[in-house]
């Protein structure tokens, strides 16, 4: 801070900007100028994600409310439509806390298994008919209904209609261009997005794993959970230091009156 602060008098006193507070382009202190103007705009963004929820429900809120405290002065009509447009592509607060940090996703991959959350098919197969009895152990006769109801003639026909439909050339033609589309773009992505950073993805949704479905949403939420915690977490930290910084910042730029308010 103190060599921003040199930096700062000594372009302050040499005269390179002869009517302060406008800012000549292609100067140090104009570089500095658009830096804070970023991290104030960063710092916002993380004010807001750690009120949570409450305040702001999604990552495009959060963003938006910091744009519009720290940059929407500053641009004209065209800009901010253009600003509060590109708003509407960004990713959940989970997707960004997910890549905030790269080394501790990677040791939870690599710390747990999809093993690790697997439920006990077993235990889910003994219960399996056992909706026809009631809790006193009596027949259940709503189920009873139920299951008669689904022989009748009218639900056979439709069943039939079914399979009928299943060999229609038409129905065949439109699940063949379905089928085609479907390894175009499986091959397309295949060919354009990099491979995954972790061998262990592939693994749990090989075919080895039958029940891998509910193990790997479980895992994936677990590492979400951990994972914004950890993000959570830095940003308190980042936010310790980054409040003093500018605080001392604006200071300076107040003091030798560098505030350019025609500057991005």
Known sequence: LQTRALLLQYEADSGIHPKLPRLKDR????????????????????????EGRKHYPTAKDAVTAAYDKIY????GWAVQKIF????????????????????????????????????????????????????????????????KL??????????????????????????KVGD???????????????????????MFMSAENPSGGDSISQMDAYITREMTNDALENIAEFLKTAHPFLDDLAKAFAYYNMDDPTKV
């Open 72 to 75: 929407n002065k500053y641009h």
């Open 84 to 147: 509060t447009y590109s708003f509407n592509a960004a990713p959940s607060c989970e997707v960004v806390y997910r890549h905030m940090n790269p080394n501790r996703l990677s040791e939870l991959r690599e710390s747990i298994t999809a093993a690790d959350f697997q439920t006990n098919k077993d235990d889910k197969n003994e219960t399996d008919g056992e909706e026809d009895v009631a809790k006193d152990g009596k027949i259940n006769p709503i189920v009873v209904w139920f299951k």
């Open 180 to 202: 085609d589309t479907r390894r175009l773009v499986d091959d397309l992505k295949e060919k354009l997005l990099p491979p995954p950073d972790n061998a262990k993805q592939d």
């Open 150 to 175: 689904e022989e009748t003639p009218v639900v056979n026909w439709f069943k039939k209609l079914e399979q009928d439909l299943e060999q229609n050339d038409v129905v065949l033609w439109f699940k």
């Open 27 to 50: 100067t140090g202190v104009m570089g500095v100028l658009w830096v804070r103007r970023q991290l104030q705009y960063q710092t916002a963004i993380f004010e807001n994600l750690l």
